[in-house]
């Protein structure tokens, strides 16, 4: 199971080696180390998702490749993993950029002087507290939002014992 961890962190890099060689012609050569990833990586989740004893004979080793094949459904998850990471990189884009834009309207303020100095002083304090405030509730929100997929995730009926509460408990 190890192993197989090991070819899910190849697959991740080796995927976006060979997306960046693609994309850039400058960048080709990272193709084929994306590829070599992807390869080794999908060999060790195929070979090694199983939790059976690892044997070379014919019937062990095709219901091993069959929990392989099995565990590289989780290709779907590994996606949805990355491109929720990839949503947070956005958050935190795009709150630089407002804050970059509030900045930009409270310098022309105070470079047209007079009372615009005062509506420059407004926009940085309410700009950037609306910005603060939007920062901490994606945060919130985020944590809200991979504590329900765990819950869902692994909280399905047929798992654990049913409580019963005050319930007598046979002794060993």
């Given amino acids: 199971m190890a192993l197989s961890a090991a070819g899910w962190a190849c697959?991740?890099?080796g995927g976006f080696c060979l997306g960046l060689g693609k994309s850039h012609p400058g960048l080709a050569p990272l193709a084929g180390l994306g590829l070599v990833g992807l390869g080794l990586g999908g060999l060790l989740?195929?070979?090694?998702?199983?939790?059976?004893?690892?044997?070379?004979?014919p019937k062990p080793l095709l219901f091993r490749l069959g929990d392989g094949l099995k565990g590289a459904t989780g290709l779907t998850k590994a996606f949805g993993d990355v491109l929720s990471y990839l949503r947070l990189f956005a958050l935190g884009l795009a709150s630089v950029k407002l804050a970059e834009a509030f900045?930009?309207?409270?310098?022309?303020?105070?470079?047209?002087?007079?009372?615009?100095?005062?509506?420059?002083?407004?926009?940085?304090?309410?700009?950037h507290g609306i910005n603060f405030a939007m920062g901490i509730m994606s945060g919130v929100v985020h944590g809200l939002r991979l504590n329900a997929i765990e819950f869902f995730n692994w909280s399905l009926p047929e798992e654990g014992e049913h409580f019963r509460a005050f319930a007598r408990k046979a002794e060993p």
Avoid: C, Q
Avoid at 103 to 127: E, P, Q, Y
């Fill in 11 to 13: 697959i991740i890099p």
């Fill in 45 to 57: 989740v195929l070979l090694f998702s199983s939790e059976r004893p690892f044997s070379l004979a």
């Fill in 103 to 127: 900045n930009d309207l409270a310098g022309r303020s105070f470079a047209s002087k007079g009372t615009w100095i005062l509506l420059g002083l407004l926009v940085l304090i309410v700009g």
